[in-house]
């Protein structure tokens, strides 16, 4: 399973994308669990653009870790 670091993500869409600390908030929100869909939250909700979508999983890619799970 692929991570990467929530508050990291959220420093890149603010201070990088300039994105409104209340679209994050919403963003989250309407992810509930699921924090991984937060940027095509975003982008659905038109709070994101396509090119500033592009520009988060570029950075997603950059900044993800792989974390290996024990199999059972």
Avoid: C
Avoid at 5 to 10: F, S, V, W
Avoid at 29 to 34: C, L, V
Avoid at 41 to 46: A, D, E, K, P, S
Wanted: hydrophobic residues 40%; glycine residues 4%.
């Amino acid at each position: 399973m692929k991570t990467f670091p929530q508050n990291d993500l959220i420093a890149f869409l603010r201070h990088e994308l300039a994105v409104p600390i209340d679209s994050i908030k919403l963003g989250l929100r309407q992810t509930g669990s699921a924090e991984n869909l937060l940027p095509m939250v975003l982008w659905q909700y038109g709070l994101v653009t396509t090119q500033q979508l592009e520009r988060i999983f570029d950075w997603l890619e950059k900044h993800t870790t792989q974390s290996f799970e024990p199999t059972a």
